[in-house]
């Protein structure tokens, strides 16, 4: 079955560093990739996705590539601040599966001042 | 893009009760998808939810304890019935029009004493 193994948290950075969310999967067919974050006391957010493979989702800074030969979906940002505090969720739907999504078990980040 | 609205937002009931939760979807879809995040978890799919169809439970979820109703494509329910404080969580609810994209509600905290 499909699976969706990402970095264990929490991860503490200080602003400006670098950040790196190791994403990796597991599925059949030909998945979509996503990046959801959570702010503290709030709902998911689609922070990127990407839907084939070579394909780069951004937003906010956020960059991830999909990689089919290492099966990765790696999420980075050059140069985090503190409003990045957050939970990121790393999360795959399967062709078939009409938006159903597998996700990961979740990667705290706190960044300080 | 779907605009989801989830309501209640939040709430607090007494064990032995049962709480439904109702999700709005601003188009229609096919299906619609209620999950489950324990606090400090990551995100579990509860059910799928076709409409004119028993929806479909994912394994260690059950119908008399997550009941659930879909009369049309722009609406669904969730309830949580005998609550217990191991049911405290927040539930949400997702729409996914097509497998590259996942839309969700803002979710509801339910908190059981």
């Known amino acids: 079955g499909n699976s969706v193994t990402q970095m264990e948290g929490p991860v503490t950075l200080s602003e400006e560093a670098f950040l790196t969310i190791n994403c990796t999967y597991t599925a059949t067919g030909y998945p979509s990739l996503f990046w959801y974050v959570q702010y503290p006391g709030e709902g998911l957010q689609l922070l990127l996705k990407?839907?084939?493979?070579?394909d780069k989702g951004s937003n906010k800074g956020f960059e991830a590539t999909y990689r089919k030969e290492t099966t990765s979906f790696h999420l980075e940002k050059g140069s985090v601040q503190v409003s990045d505090s957050a939970v990121y969720f790393c999360?795959?739907?399967?062709?078939?599966?009409?938006?159903?999504?597998?996700f990961g078990a979740g990667t705290q980040v706190v960044v300080t001042p | 893009s779907a605009v989801i609205s989830q309501k209640p937002s939040r709430d607090i009931c007494q064990r032995g009760t049962s709480l439904t939760i109702q999700c709005q979807v601003d188009?229609?879809?096919?299906?619609m998808f209620w999950y489950r995040q324990q606090p400090g978890q990551s995100l579990t799919l509860i059910a799928t939810?076709?409409?004119?169809?028993?929806?479909?439970?994912e394994s260690g979820f059950v119908i008399d304890k997550f009941p659930i109703s879909r009369p049309n494509l722009t609406f669904s329910t969730l309830t949580v019935s005998n609550m217990s404080p191991e049911d405290s969580s927040i539930y949400l609810c997702?729409?996914?029009?097509?497998?590259?994209?996942?839309?969700f509600g803002q979710g509801t905290r339910l908190t059981v004493v």
């Open positions: 990407a839907t084939k493979a070579d």
């Open positions: 997702s729409v996914g029009p097509t497998h590259t994209e996942a839309f």
């Open positions: 188009s229609q879809v096919t299906m």
């Open positions: 939810a076709n409409q004119g169809s028993e929806a479909t439970y």
């Open positions: 999360a795959l739907s399967d062709s078939d599966s009409w938006g159903k999504l597998q």
